[in-house]
């Protein structure tokens, strides 16, 4: 029997209101309970019902259709992963797209109005909305204790794969943290007597290891670990498996933290929280906080708002961005070799292809100081791959790279003192005016996006247009987002800022030493991708007036790799732009020849300096 019929099976013998024992839909999500983007084993429900693999999309299951909604980076992908006789695409973000709840109200085929929903799979936001929007069509929505997916994964998965990894914690040094815990905690707590609320509740991954210095290896490609945490006026717990904890992590926690298990934290929230608070106490949760947790309080004794330690973290401290800077240099001697590398090999003749390409940047990446994993799966793809937004190689799809088609690479590390993200497009033989004028329009929005002035506070929407410009002078687009926060040492996708076409709820304007990527592109399907990525940290800067005593920021470049010379069209920049570029490469010569020259790497330094050489007005 296939997944969608045992689920099917499953969604007709559910204890349900009344006498009713039939779901009429069930919705399954990618996000675990800690809303995480990439998710464990543990947790992969939407992957192993529908075998789309890309990183953001949520399945609806009714007893006649199977959706999947997913946004514009994964179109193309989920049109080649989904099986087109069960399952149907829904384009998230289109104008013809009713949004999932909007589209389960108005269905008119389901077999009963229940919808059901794993309550830690959905923020407590999101469910309140979906329980509005579904009441007015006469709808429910359901909250089903025992994950239906999870009762057909144990019947073909080895228990193993379903539990939590029990990987050791790390100390993050405060030499690559700039603060100790206990700083941090009392700038916590500092927000929680102004907002008078008695405790905090953290439930993002990236914030408890924030909060508490701490990383580790739970979730791939970022460096947190399954956990909750409290912090209240008196105390800070944690809740986390025991058997991850080192000595030297215990130390690192005594006299500011104290540890429960894991397992038991609803049940400590339920017993003890909610027991020990007063009516007019206020319980402060983030906005993805799950449902499963909120609905254990009144609601109106609920502060949902981001959590400060959100806001902290995305404000790199001095020593941060110092570090994260640092980083930088030694991934950008990774990506320059793999970059001389492939060209080589391509001119040479020799068999280089995306999975072995990708195979040969992971590695020497590893090769470099600090090093300790990736930031995200290596997206190396040529030719109409590189038209997937976020394409992964596989033997399946693997292309060898020529000169005849454009190269985008787009990757990362984390490193015990940063985390990097970097996408270059490359063409090893000769482009066409189509695929130039493409290129140099993407990268004259990059330039602009790096180079625009903007005041303290600017949300991400009001600059998103600067990086699109010069392609919609050309009637082009493309369907994502322009850039995305990044973590130090921790989520590559970092929020609560960003730059977007369409304003997040809970999005918060960009401020000094926030670090964002810079990545406009253009995807041509069936033939080409291309996408420029550098990340950006906005510093104050001084400007000929002070509007209102408003603070400026300016934003500076702190990735170093060159740009693809032969893709420019010179006669499309003006000299300004031409002057950026040249500034740009001297930059990136200038960062990366010492590091090259102390690991004795004169063919890359000397690929560098061809790259890197200024181009003529």
């Not at 299951?61 to 099986?83: I, P, S």
């Not at 539990?163 to 790390?170: F, G, L, Q, V």
Request: a negative charge; proline letters at 4%; aromatic letters at 8%.
């Amino acid at each position: 029997m296939g997944r969608l019929f045992k689920l099917r099976q499953l969604m007709s013998t559910v204890e349900l209101p009344g006498n009713s024992k039939v779901l009429g839909a069930y919705v399954v999500p990618t996000r675990d309970a800690h809303d995480n983007e990439y998710v464990g084993k543990c947790d992969a429900r939407r992957e192993f019902l529908s075998g789309f693999t890309g990183s953001a999309g949520t399945v609806v299951v009714t007893h006649k259709e199977a959706l999947l909604w997913t946004d514009g980076r994964y179109f193309t992908q989920a049109e080649n992963q989904l099986d087109k006789n069960e399952w149907k695409l829904m384009k998230d973000s289109l104008p013809d797209t009713p949004e999932i709840e909007e589209w389960l109200g108005v269905c008119t085929n389901m077999e009963s109005p229940y919808v059901g929903i794993d309550p830690t799979l959905i923020s407590f936001s999101s469910w309140k909305n979906w329980e509005k929007a579904l009441s007015r069509e006469g709808k429910c929505l359901i909250a089903i204790e025992n994950n239906l997916v999870d009762s057909i994964r144990v019947e073909e998965y080895n228990p193993s794969v379903l539990a939590r990894p029990e990987d050791a914690i790390i100390a993050h040094d405060v030499e690559y943290a700039g603060e100790t815990v206990q700083s941090k905690v009392e700038r916590v707590r500092e927000k929680l007597r102004a907002k008078k609320a008695r405790l905090l509740v953290l439930t993002a991954l990236d914030e408890v290891a924030w909060l508490l210095n701490l990383r580790g290896s739970d979730i791939p490609y970022n460096p947190v670990f399954y956990s909750y945490c409290i912090v209240t006026a008196a105390e800070v717990i944690l809740f986390v498996d025991s058997c991850k904890l080192t000595e030297s992590v215990l130390k690192h926690l005594s006299n500011v933290v104290s540890v429960k298990p894991y397992e038991d934290f609803l049940k400590y929230m339920r017993d003890v929280v909610c027991k020990d608070a007063g009516d007019a106490d206020k319980i402060w949760v983030g906005p993805n906080c799950n449902y499963a947790i909120a609905r254990l309080f009144d609601e109106n004794r609920l502060l949902v708002k981001n959590t400060p330690v959100c806001s902290f973290k995305a404000v790199k401290n001095e020593r941060e961005v110092e570090h994260m800077k640092a980083c930088h240099v030694r991934d950008g001697v990774a990506l320059c070799e793999y970059l001389m590398l492939v060209e080589e090999m391509v001119r040479s003749g020799e068999a280089v292809t995306e999975v072995s390409g990708a195979g040969m940047l992971d590695g020497l990446r590893s090769r470099q100081q600090l090093f300790v994993g990736l930031s995200f799966p290596t997206i190396s793809s040529v030719g109409p791959n590189a038209a997937v937004i976020h394409y992964t190689p596989t033997e399946d799809t693997d292309r060898p790279l020529s000169n005849r088609e454009i190269y985008l690479v787009d990757s990362g590390g984390q490193y015990l003192d940063g985390t990097t993200d970097v996408t270059r497009t490359l063409h090893f033989g000769n482009p066409t005016h189509f695929q130039r004028t493409c290129y140099t329009n993407v990268l004259k929005g990059h330039i602009l996006l790096a180079s625009q002035v903007i005041p303290s506070g600017t949300n991400g929407t009001r600059i998103d247009s600067l990086a699109r410009s010069f392609l919609w002078n050309e009637g082009l687009d493309y369907q994502h987002g322009t850039g995305h926060g990044v973590g130090m040492f921790l989520n590559v996708h970092e929020g609560p800022c960003g730059i977007h076409f369409r304003r997040s709820e809970n999005e918060e304007g960009i401020v000094e030493n926030m670090i964002l990527s810079n990545e406009p592109g253009y995807y041509h399907n069936g033939e080409f991708g291309i996408r420029i990525e550098s990340l950006i940290v906005y510093r104050e800067c001084k400007t000929p007036n002070n509007f209102g005593g408003q603070k400026f920021l300016k934003p500076e470049t702190i990735t170093f790799t060159p740009l693809a010379r032969n893709l420019i069209d010179r006669s499309l920049l003006s000299p300004a732009e031409i002057q950026w570029v040249n500034d740009y490469h001297a930059e990136c010569l200038a960062k990366l020849q010492p590091l090259l020259e102390s690991q004795g790497k004169t063919k890359v330094l000397q690929w560098l300096r061809d790259s890197c050489a200024p181009l003529q007005n």
